[in-house]
Structures are given as structure tokens and as C-alpha cells.
């Protein structure tokens, strides 16, 4: 009797030589944005592709879709050239795909997690136990920022309760030791 598999809760770094469909949408998705996805969808296994062409494929205005490939272009993930349209003497960009950045910008984003990461733990572990925390969950504020609300929560007035951070404290370190392990396939 073959075993059910179940899916895992667990993110695992993605090695360079397998950068799929998914790992790319979900890096532009969070590099550029969500709207991006059909235009990169569009420009696969493309080259050279007028930003009218794109528009009208996509059924959106040529400025809008320029604003996508110009958020693209600063990440890199296109490129393009221009060429003069003898007829009408206007400048027409061609675009292709760039994918090759997706791994950088992976990078790019792992290390500044982990420098998140590190510099909230550095924070945690300097106000331990000095946390105060709304009951109802609406805000966390360390000493000198309850002080600043006479101890109540800014969002709905409850008073505040002192908070033990020791879990927090374990779990960050947790993190970061699995995010150092992760940099391996970088």
C-alpha cells in the first residue's frame, strides 16, 4: 500500500540549478510585484519583443506595461534595446527576458533576512523579559516605547502585560541557524 505523502510546512532552499517556475514567480512576485507574473509568463522562451506587442497581448496600455518592464529592467530581469521607427521617427523598445538574476536577487534577499534576523535577536536578547505586549494582541512595545503610552496599548487603550521573550529569544536562533544552513546552495 503506497504512503500518502504530505506537504511539508517547512521552506528548503532552492539550489541554483533548480530555479523553477515557481522560485521565479514567487522572487519577482516579491522583488517587483504580483502584476508582474503574466508579463514574465508572456516574455518566456521570447526575444526581442516590442513593448506594443507586449500591451496588446497582455490587453493593457503601453505606459502601464512599461512600468512593469521598467520595474523589471532595475532588478535586471529584462533587458532591452532601442531602434528608430523610420516611419513614424519614434523610438520603439524590444524587450527579453533576463532570468539569469533570479539567483542574485535570492541572495540578495537570504542575507538581508539573516541580517534581520540577527539584529532582532541582538534587540531581543538587550530588553529581555521588557517587552510589553496588548493582551488582545494589537501591538508589542519594548520599555522605553510603553513608557511613551503610559503602558497602554496605542491601538485599542488595554493595558499592557510584561512579556517573557525567552521563546522568542530560542526561536530566532532556530531561524538563523537553519537560514546559515540554507546558504549553502548559494
Same mark, same amino acid.
Given at each position: 500500500?503506497?504512503?500518502?505523502?504530505?506537504?511539508?510546512?517547512?521552506?528548503?532552499?532552492?539550489?541554483?540549478?533548480?530555479?523553477?517556475?515557481?522560485?521565479?514567480?514567487?522572487?519577482?512576485?516579491?522583488?517587483?510585484?504580483?502584476?508582474?507574473?503574466? #508579463?514574465?509568463?508572456?516574455?518566456?522562451?521570447?526575444?526581442?519583443?516590442?513593448?506594443?506587442?507586449?500591451?496588446?497581448?497582455?490587453?493593457?496600455?503601453?505606459?502601464?506595461?512599461?512600468?512593469? #518592464?521598467?520595474?523589471?529592467?532595475?532588478?535586471? #530581469?529584462?533587458?532591452?534595446?532601442?531602434?528608430?521607427?523610420?516611419?513614424?521617427?519614434?523610438?520603439?523598445?524590444?524587450?527579453?527576458?533576463?532570468?539569469?538574476?533570479?539567483?542574485?536577487?535570492?541572495?540578495?534577499?537570504?542575507?538581508?533576512?539573516?541580517?534581520?534576523?540577527?539584529?532582532?535577536?541582538?534587540?531581543?536578547?538587550?530588553?529581555?523579559?521588557?517587552?510589553?505586549?496588548?493582551?488582545?494582541?494589537?501591538?508589542?512595545?519594548?520599555?522605553?516605547?510603553?513608557?511613551?503610552?503610559?503602558?497602554?496599548?496605542?491601538?485599542?487603550?488595554?493595558? #499592557?502585560?510584561?512579556?517573557?521573550?525567552?521563546?522568542?529569544?530560542?526561536?530566532?536562533?532556530?531561524?538563523?541557524?537553519?537560514?546559515?544552513?540554507?546558504?549553502?546552495?548559494?
Amino acid at each position: 500500500m503506497p504512503t500518502k505523502k504530505t506537504p511539508s510546512t517547512k521552506r528548503k532552499a532552492v539550489p541554483a540549478s533548480k530555479i523553477t517556475k515557481s522560485v521565479v514567480e514567487n522572487t519577482v512576485k516579491s522583488t517587483v510585484g504580483e502584476d508582474v507574473i503574466p #508579463l514574465i509568463d508572456y516574455l518566456k522562451d521570447k526575444k526581442n519583443i516590442s513593448e506594443f506587442q507586449i500591451a496588446q497581448s497582455l490587453k493593457t496600455e503601453v505606459n502601464y506595461t512599461r512600468n512593469m #518592464l521598467y520595474r523589471l529592467h532595475t532588478h535586471n #530581469l529584462v533587458t532591452y534595446h532601442k531602434k528608430k521607427d523610420r516611419e513614424k521617427g519614434w523610438y520603439i523598445s524590444y524587450w527579453s527576458l533576463n532570468l539569469r538574476n533570479v539567483k542574485n536577487i535570492l541572495k540578495t534577499q537570504h542575507v538581508r533576512k539573516l541580517e534581520d534576523l540577527k539584529e532582532r535577536l541582538v534587540k531581543e536578547e538587550r530588553y529581555k523579559n521588557v517587552f510589553f505586549i496588548c493582551p488582545k494582541l494589537c501591538s508589542r512595545l519594548d520599555f522605553d516605547r510603553a513608557t511613551e503610552f503610559d503602558f497602554k496599548c496605542p491601538e485599542c487603550g488595554v493595558i #499592557l502585560h510584561q512579556q517573557e521573550n525567552e521563546k522568542t529569544i530560542e526561536n530566532i536562533k532556530v531561524k538563523i541557524q537553519e537560514m546559515e544552513k540554507d546558504r549553502n546552495w548559494m
